[in-house]
């Protein structure tokens, strides 16, 4: 989580916003809690894209490309979770649920 949200400030910087918002629903026995992360900054739809394949690469120039594939990994993997980047005009929506 904390990998998402220092990427979502670092792409909305300097003057950008981040904002989180959670939700909690009941799917039969079991709780699901939603984290909507809108960000100001741009999200290009093919970044976009690959984050929402799990790909491991960097935009940033001392980026190593581990970040944001490991969250992918460690949400969708123990957590048994799902995460999606969606782009927007006016920046980006990140969806995650576990």
Do not use: C, H, W
């Not at 790909?55 to 001392?62: M, P």
């Not at 949400?75 to 006016?90: L, R």
């Amino acid at each position: 989580m904390v990998n998402l949200l220092v990427n979502a400030g670092e792409a909305s910087s300097p003057n950008g916003t981040v904002n989180i918002t959670p939700k909690s629903t009941v799917a039969g026995y079991r709780n699901i809690l939603t984290l909507f992360i809108s960000q100001s900054g741009k999200l290009d739809y093919d970044i976009a894209q690959r984050l929402n394949r799990g790909e491991s690469f960097t935009t940033k120039e001392q980026g190593n490309g581990i970040g944001a594939s490991a969250a992918y990994n460690i949400i969708t993997g123990p957590y048994q979770g799902t995460i999606k980047y969606i782009s927007k005009e006016d920046g980006a929506l990140i969806k995650v649920s576990f």
